[in-house]
């Protein structure tokens, strides 16, 4: 099976540098105390970073996310964002990188007195973990494209676990990963509440029907970096994108479908149950890809 973050294998990655709470250490040698809240509770949020060309990818963007979904969860970050930064560039300086380099930034609640949910319990401040790994995407991704399936698990009401939230609380899209690789999909294709289709369980969806590219209100998933941009792109291009609420049955009626995240950017569709899609280079998805790749490329 293929899979959105399906990637070159890089020996480097064996040596790579880990920021652990202002300490670098191997990878092998890279743990958290049994009693950080992460750990027990998956309690924290997370953002994934690009390192293109020696370029931070819309780092700004992220760290803003970060910090709002830390606030929205009532964790308070105790540096400030210019001091994370520094972080994550001398991480990325200790390691010696300059492209095709994916970061995993994670911050959790802390270390806790006891295996217990309540945050009065936290003993410590946050947990901050920096991991930069050398990750390319496999070509093949964007010549295969992957194959999509409507799953019954879904993303919940706000009021249960927010899904706009980035946080490592992951449980029903890692169900939902499930259900669909048992069904010989590479991702999920997740319902809202109302029945709507929503995202993905690891990337953000798109579809195209006569030219047109559209995608979910956005109410029930992840503020995606990528789909943002993607978003903005096919605006200053003058390709008509509309954020709506639309069923299943309008997607299966679609010209082309694509997904899209911070490490792979855009990937084509070429199935979603039992609608195949032909994928093409002349296809619009890879007409706005292009764009986006002159966008980092520039950046």
Same mark, same amino acid.
């Given at each position: %099976?293929?899979?959105?973050?399906?990637?070159?294998?890089?020996?480097?990655?064996?040596?790579? =540098?880990?920021?652990?709470?202002? =300490?670098?250490?191997?990878?092998?040698?890279?743990?958290? /105390?049994?009693?950080?809240?992460?750990?027990?509770?998956?309690?924290?949020?997370?953002?994934?970073?690009?390192?293109?060309?020696?370029?931070?990818?819309?780092?700004?963007?992220?760290?803003?996310?970060?910090?709002?979904?830390?606030?929205?969860?009532?964790?308070?970050?105790?540096?400030?964002?210019?001091?994370?930064?520094?972080?994550?560039?001398?991480?990325?300086?200790?390691?010696? %990188?300059?492209?095709?380099?994916?970061?995993?930034?994670?911050?959790?609640?802390?270390? !806790?007195?006891?295996?217990?949910?309540?945050?009065?319990?936290?003993?410590?401040?946050?947990?901050?973990?920096?991991?930069?790994?050398?990750?390319?995407?496999?070509?093949?991704?964007?010549?295969?494209?992957?194959?999509?399936?409507?799953?019954?698990?879904?993303?919940?009401?706000?009021?249960?676990?927010?899904?706009?939230?980035?946080?490592? /609380?992951?449980?029903?899209?890692?169900?939902?990963?499930?259900?669909?690789?048992?069904?010989?999909?590479?991702?999920?294709? %997740?319902?809202?509440?109302?029945?709507?289709?929503?995202?993905?369980?690891?990337?953000?969806?798109?579809?195209?029907?006569?030219? &047109?590219?559209?995608?979910?209100?956005?109410?029930?998933?992840?503020?995606?970096?990528? +789909?943002?941009?993607?978003?903005?792109?096919? &605006?200053?291009?003058?390709? !008509?994108?509309?954020?709506?609420?639309?069923?299943?049955?309008?997607? %299966?009626?679609?010209?082309?479908?694509?997904?899209?995240?911070?490490?792979?950017?855009?990937?084509?569709?070429?199935?979603?149950?039992?609608?195949?899609?032909?994928?093409?280079?002349?296809?619009?998805?890879?007409?706005? +890809?292009?764009?986006?790749?002159?966008?980092?490329?520039?950046?």
């Amino acid at each position: %099976m293929t899979s959105s973050h399906d990637f070159k294998k890089d020996r480097r990655n064996d040596k790579i =540098k880990i920021f652990v709470n202002g =300490k670098f250490l191997d990878r092998n040698n890279a743990k958290i /105390s049994v009693f950080d809240s992460g750990f027990l509770l998956g309690d924290g949020v997370w953002s994934g970073i690009r390192l293109h060309n020696g370029k931070l990818l819309f780092l700004t963007e992220h760290l803003q996310r970060l910090y709002d979904d830390a606030k929205a969860i009532g964790l308070k970050i105790h540096i400030h964002k210019k001091e994370l930064t520094r972080n994550i560039i001398t991480t990325v300086k200790k390691n010696k %990188m300059l492209s095709d380099v994916h970061i995993r930034l994670i911050v959790s609640r802390g270390i !806790k007195s006891t295996p217990y949910q309540d945050p009065s319990f936290t003993i410590s401040k946050p947990t901050i973990v920096i991991i930069p790994e050398y990750k390319k995407p496999d070509d093949k991704l964007y010549k295969k494209g992957l194959i999509l399936k409507t799953v019954k698990t879904i993303r919940g009401p706000k009021n249960v676990q927010d899904p706009v939230l980035n946080t490592l /609380s992951k449980l029903n899209c890692i169900l939902a990963c499930i259900e669909a690789k048992k069904n010989n999909a590479d991702e999920a294709l %997740m319902h809202d509440i109302n029945g709507n289709i929503a995202t993905n369980n690891s990337t953000h969806f798109f579809f195209i029907k006569h030219n &047109k590219v559209y995608t979910s209100t956005g109410n029930y998933c992840v503020k995606g970096i990528t +789909r943002k941009n993607v978003i903005d792109i096919c &605006k200053a291009n003058k390709i !008509k994108v509309y954020q709506k609420n639309f069923k299943l049955k309008e997607v %299966m009626k679609a010209d082309e479908a694509f997904v899209t995240g911070t490490f792979a950017n855009i990937i084509p569709v070429k199935k979603i149950n039992n609608k195949k899609f032909s994928i093409k280079k002349s296809n619009l998805t890879f007409i706005i +890809r292009n764009l986006y790749l002159e966008k980092i490329n520039s950046y």
